[in-house]
């Protein structure tokens, strides 16, 4: 029971996390939160790990949240949420309840690829029915900007800040989204809020497979990116125009890019806006911008090269 | 009508739990408690109960996953031990804070390092102020009686806390005792059916768990949970009460033993009272007025009621399982000095620290430190108010 995804559907139904939160305006990740619940047309109850989101959507005795809601700790909000789904289950076959209901656990990069890393392993393993969304900003913002995993390499952050012997961030990000495929999973997606059609038809689709789905979703943070607060949208279009966050899903295995940038980006333009990559623009960290897009241009062919041949191999994707 | 059994501990234990047949239970794997969630799971798989399982990758995750079905609205239960515990410790908060009433067996066993699985207090007393109620349990029966009654005491509409119950690491998890089962329906009746308020479940009741608080309020939360504390103790007897009635058992807050004239006398927990009241029998019948006082409630710890059936005595003598480190005395002997404390006239007391790791207490031990606490009440003078027994110099 798909709904339409024009704007003039979308703009009939209830926004179901509320204006009057305290996230920073500009701030990329209540817009991604509202993509993903306007796209569901189910009954929906959310898991929140600690961070930004968390902290500013529920504030006592106030909650931004119109929707059934539990915060637990920073790294359990997987593990949070399969255990409202069981009891779920547990209901359900008891015949106390029996209405349709989704779950999903939001949680940001830290509490997703670094902290809540096995609470998450272990509730896609166990193969729970629930959506996980990583709201990628690509740093601990809500302490202070502090280095993750999934901080891109060169970064200024505030953990390894950028000093006169060493240039930011010296390691490279995590692929937390091919980790998940590696779970076997029958859904992993990778989404922009800059593509928004994009996002809700990969939330839709989420919805109408069984089992544990898990979407990483960019984030931009004006605070921890050092970015205009009105970039949010930009920025996470040039993420995805330089190919730095490609949009693309693997289902049941096989993996399709859903956007093709028309003419790829060169990695400064996603750089360039923001504070946190300045100092990268300076004569001796040349090697770091190359080294960037040398990166991405491998990953790149890397993901075409997946979903070419899985295409050739006579799978189509809808 | 009852039935007479010869089981281990977590044979009981996991009965007890089949009787009350939760809606959802988290397992994970850890000595001595394991086998007590395998006996568990095999009820699932042969579906004697309708409890979803939730075999989770870790205690951390196994707590996590029970404060959230327990929000979502049900009864949840798991169980551990030791080092399971330990990784549990910062979402034993959240449970509590949340006052959901999560129901949890404690194997009691020593903490590493150096690793040992064995039977001491160190996890469940690291654990004492984690805002859980504490039901510790001497024995295969008190166990299972008390894994029955801590559903009424956690659902009860003025507590709605988590109550853990702990028992002692091979000695009862893995001893066999005979002990008396109820029949299913007695304690099914007995607990009657749950309903967790503002579960997550009801959608047309948007709720939000564990939102931020921040100074204006978080110590008026605080305050409330002291307070809900502070009804336990009398739903705790008012539970025992209607255990009496089904059981034919009787539970207080604590046990005494031939302490009513008791000069002087042993404070001690789980299994190792069995062995000391043996003893106690022993120098009554030598004529020499021993008694001895065993915790139940341990959290909260009942002061008052506690202080006032000790202070007639001349000399106590607490044994502790578990060491605070630094130079101060054992958990329990601390909560005994502060009961104590507000009297005028009251005994003296000394610490012994006993058992660690799955030491030996043996009715010799029990023996020694009485002869010690006879001298202590006869002379008045202390040799030494914190020891270590039964261990090499
Ligand atoms: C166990 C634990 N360790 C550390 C923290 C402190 N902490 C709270 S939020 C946070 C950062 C969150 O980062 P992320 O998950 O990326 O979310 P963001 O704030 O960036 O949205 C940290 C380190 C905590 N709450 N719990
Ligand atoms: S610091 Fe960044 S992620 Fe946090 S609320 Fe502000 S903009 Fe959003
Ligand atoms: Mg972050």
Known sequence: MRKLLTLKELSKKEILLSSGHRLCSGCGAPTVVKMVLLASDYPVIASNATGCLEVSSCISDYTAWKIPWIHNAFENAAATISGVETMYRSLKKQGKIDKEIKFIAFGGDGGTYDIGLQSLSGAMERGHDMLYICYDNEAYMNTGIQRS???????????????????????????????????????????????????????????????????????????????????AILLSRLAVETCHWPLYEIENGVTRITFKPKEKKPIVDFLKPQGRFKHLFSFENEWILKKLQEDIDREWKRLQKESSSEKEGGSSPS | MAKIVAITGNEAVAHALRQVDPDVCAAYPITPQTDM??????????????????????????????????????????????????????????????????????????????????????????????????????????????????????????????????????????????????????????VGEFKQLNPLLDLGHPVSYGPLILPDYYMEYRKAQDEVASKVSSVVLEVAEDFEKLSGRKYG?????????????????????????????????????????????????????????????????????????????????????????????????????????????LPEHAELVLNELAEIAKTGTVKSYKEYISVRE
């Open chain 2, 37 to 190: 969630m395998q006996r568990f799971s095999s009820f699932v798989s042969d579906g004697l109960v309708k409890t979803e399982l939730i075999l989770v990758e870790s205690e951390h995750s196994a707590m996590s996953s029970c404060v959230g079905a327990s929000a979502a609205g049900g009864r949840v239960i798991t169980a551990t031990s030791s080092q399971g515990l330990a990784l549990m410790w910062e979402i034993l908060f959240i449970a509590s804070g949340t006052r959901l009433p999560i129901i949890m067996p404690v194997v009691n066993r020593a903490l590493s390092a150096p690793l040992n699985i064995h039977g001491d207090h160190s996890d469940a007393m690291g654990a004492r102020d984690t805002g859980w109620i504490q039901l510790w349990s001497e024995n295969a029966q008190e166990a299972y009686d008390n894994t029955i009654q801590a559903f009424r005491i956690a659902e009860h509409m003025d507590i709605r806390l988590p109550v853990m119950i702990c028992l002692d690491g091979f000695i009862i998890s893995h001893s066999i005792e005979r002990m008396e089962y109820l029949e299913d329906e007695e304690v099914r009746n007995f």
């Open chain 1, 149 to 231: 995993s999934a901080t891109p390499y060169g970064a200024d952050t505030t953990t390894r800040p950028a000093g006169s012997v060493i240039p930011g961030k010296t390691e490279q990000r995590k692929n937390l989204t091919r980790i998940m495929a590696a779970h076997n999973i029958p859904y992993v997606a990778q989404a922009s809020p800059s593509h928004w059609m994009d996002l809700m038809k990969k939330v839709q689709k989420a919805w109408e497979i069984k089992g544990p789905k898990f979407m990483n979703i960019i984030s931009p943070c004006n605070r921890g990116w050092r970015s205009r607060t009105d970039d």
């Open chain 2, 253 to 361: 807050l604590f046990e005494t033993y031939r302490l009513e004239d008791a000069e002087i006398g042993l404070v001690i927990v789980n299994s190792a009272a069995g062995t000391s009241k043996d003893v106690v029998d022993e120098f009554r019948d030598r004529g020499i007025k021993a008694g001895l006082l065993k915790p139940r409630l341990y959290r909260p710890f009942p002061y008052k009621e506690t202080g006032e059936a000790l202070k007639h005595l001349k000399a106590v003598c607490v044994l502790d399982r578990a060491d605070a480190f630094g130079g101060s005395f054992g958990p329990v002997y601390l909560d005994i000095a502060t009961s104590l404390y507000q009297y005028k006239k009251k005994p003296i007391l000394i610490n012994k620290i006993y058992g660690l790791g799955g030491r030996d207490y």
